[in-house]
C-alpha cells in the first residue's frame, strides 16, 4: 500500500527558533500534499494544501509567514514553523493523494509531535 | 459553519457489542466519505469509505451506511473488541480536494 513518512515523530525546540518537518510519498508520486494540526483530544484542522511545483493555498487563519511550505518534488513536501511559540506546540500530519489512482483516499503519515519550549 | 457533524462525542461498549457512530453533512458536493482510526500519538489510519452512489459498505467487522437523502453516514464496528479502543473520525471530501474530518469520537470497549 502506499505509505507517507514523517520526519522527525517529534521535537522540542526552544522560543524563537524554527522547525523543519519532513513529508514523503515513499511508493507513489503525491502531486499534491494536505498538511493538518492537531491539538490534544481534538481533530485534524487542514492547515494549507500543497501542489508540486507552485505555491501552497492556506486555510482562513493560518499565517502563511510562519508556516512555510515547500513541495519542491513529487515526493516531497516540508512545513517549516518560523519563530516557533508555545502555542504552537502541536502534532502536525501530513497526507497526500496517488496521483495514480482514484480513489480520493488519503495516505496520513504517523504525525509529528512538536513542543516549543 | 462545521460541515461535518459527528456524534457521540465518546462511546463506551461492551467486548462482543455493536459500536454506532454517526455523521452528517452539508455540502451536497461532497463524493467521498471515509472513516479513520487513530491510536495515541499517531497519524490516522483509513478503515473504510464510501461513495453516494452506495448505500451500504462491509469489510470485516466494519461497516458504512450511507442516507444520501437524509446527507447522512454511520460507522458499525460488529463484535466490538477492547482493541478497537481509539478514536474515529469521520471525513468527506469532494472532486480530490482534502478531507473535512468531523471531530472526532472516543470509543471505549471494555473487556
Known amino acids: 500500500g502506499a505509505v507517507v513518512s514523517q520526519h522527525p515523530s517529534w521535537v522540542i525546540c526552544k522560543s524563537g527558533t524554527s522547525v523543519k518537518i519532513e513529508c514523503r510519498s515513499l511508493?507513489?508520486?503525491?502531486?499534491?500534499m494536505f498538511w493538518y494540526r492537531q491539538f490534544p483530544k481534538q481533530s485534524l484542522m487542514l492547515m494549507a494544501t500543497?501542489?508540486?511545483?507552485?505555491?501552497?493555498?492556506?486555510e482562513q487563519g493560518v499565517e502563511k509567514d510562519k508556516f512555510l511550505i515547500n513541495h519542491a518534488s513529487l515526493t516531497l513536501s516540508t512545513l517549516t514553523v518560523t519563530s516557533a511559540h508555545p502555542e504552537d506546540s502541536s502534532f502536525y500530519i501530513c497526507?497526500?493523494?496517488?496521483?495514480?489512482?482514484?480513489?480520493?483516499?488519503?495516505?496520513f503519515g504517523e504525525g509529528s509531535r512538536l513542543t516549543v519550549l | 459553519q462545521q460541515q461535518v457533524k459527528q456524534s457521540p462525542q465518546s462511546l463506551i461498549v461492551q467486548k462482543g457489542g455493536i459500536s454506532i457512530i454517526n455523521c452528517a453533512y452539508e455540502?451536497?458536493?461532497?463524493?467521498?466519505f471515509p472513516w479513520y482510526q487513530q491510536f495515541p500519538g499517531k497519524g490516522p489510519a483509513l478503515l473504510i469509505a464510501?461513495?453516494?452512489?452506495?448505500s451500504e459498505k462491509k469489510e470485516g467487522r466494519f461497516t458504512i451506511s450511507f442516507n444520501k437523502s437524509a446527507k447522512q453516514f454511520s460507522l458499525h464496528i460488529m463484535d466490538s473488541q477492547p482493541g478497537d479502543s481509539a478514536t474515529y473520525f469521520c471525513?468527506?471530501?469532494?472532486?480530490?480536494?482534502?478531507?473535512?474530518f468531523g471531530k472526532g469520537t472516543t470509543l471505549s470497549v471494555s473487556s
Open positions: 497526507s497526500a493523494r496517488d496521483g495514480g489512482r482514484n480513489t480520493g483516499e488519503l495516505f
Open positions: 511508493d507513489f508520486q503525491a502531486t499534491t
Open positions: 500543497s501542489n508540486e511545483g507552485s505555491k501552497a493555498t492556506y
Open positions: 455540502n451536497t458536493a461532497f463524493d467521498y
Open positions: 464510501i461513495r453516494p452512489d452506495v
Open positions: 471525513a468527506a471530501s469532494r472532486a480530490g480536494t482534502a478531507l473535512i
